[in-house]
T-cell receptor
Framework: NAGVTQTPKFQVLKTGQSMTLQCAQD?????MYWYRQDPGMGLRLIYY???????DKGEVPNGYNVSRLNKREFSLRLESAAPSQTSVYFC?????????????FGSGTQLSVL | RKEVEQDPGPFNVPEGATVAFNCTYS??????FFWYRQDCRKEPKLLMS???SGNEDGRFTAQLNRASQYISLLIRDSKLSDSATYLC????????????FGTGTKLQVIP
């Protein structure tokens, strides 16, 4: 059972570089999410996709873009990385966006922007 | 008042002890609540859901006090493997796009 798979696990970027974080789930879930986790702060939602073909901004979308490539895959792109984007990023999915569905997380990507 | 507040800890307890920590929330309209467990440098995993007054699962009990707007997590007979950070999660409304995660309470169970 792979569940939610995200790559890469670690990444170091220089300011201004771009990169894409990949996320895929094999549970046939409709909803997918990208969160960031910073010390002393709770997980914050960057973007989400309630269903295939839709994406919406979360709490902290600035500096990011997303693509729901198909039902399985939801990628997060940093077009011009900034030190403020140094964080741990988690992808998650749920069968539906209602909170009576369980939320499953990927193992995370530790990103450092120098 | 923050939407969700947790004592960051760490709570250092000996094996076999009972430990409890609280999470206060500000949105009185919240109906369901969750406790997630996060091991160091790992992803959060759902521990318990709380939809009414409380929920019990083995050594773990989650309780909800709507009047005082807090939920609690009680762990009995603590094991070394319980060492982790426990996140309180409170939906503001609707689905996961409107969920606030607490900053977590760190528990360290000592041999």
């Amino acid at each position: 059972n792979a569940g939610v798979t995200q790559t890469p696990k670690f990444q170091v970027l220089k300011t201004g570089q771009s990169m894409t974080l990949q996320c895929a789930q094999d549970m046939n879930h409709n909803s997918m999410y990208w969160y960031r986790q910073d010390p002393g702060m709770g997980l914050r939602l960057i973007y989400y996709s309630a269903s295939e073909g839709t994406t919406d901004k979360g709490e902290v979308p600035n500096g990011y873009n997303v693509s729901r490539l198909n039902k399985r895959e939801f990628s997060l792109r940093l077009e011009s990385a900034a030190p403020s984007q140094t964080s741990v990023y988690f992808c998650a999915s749920s069968a539906a966006s209602a909170t009576n569905e369980k939320l499953f997380f990927g193992s995370g990507t530790q990103l450092s922007v120098l | 008042r923050k939407e969700v507040e947790q004592d960051p800890g760490p709570f250092n307890v000996p094996e076999g002890a009972t430990v409890a920590f609280n999470c206060t929330y500000s949105n009185s309209a919240s109906q369901s609540f969750f406790w997630y467990r996060q091991d160091c440098r790992k992803e959060p995993k759902l521990l318990m859901s709380v939809y009414s007054s409380g929920n019990e699962d083995g050594r773990f009990t989650a309780q909800l006090n709507r009047a005082s707007q807090y939920i609690s997590l009680l762990i009995r007979d603590s094991k070394l493997s319980d060492s982790a950070t426990y996140l309180c999660v409170v939906p503001r409304s609707g689905g996961y796009q409107k969920v606030t995660f607490g900053t977590g309470t760190k528990l360290q169970v000592i041999p």
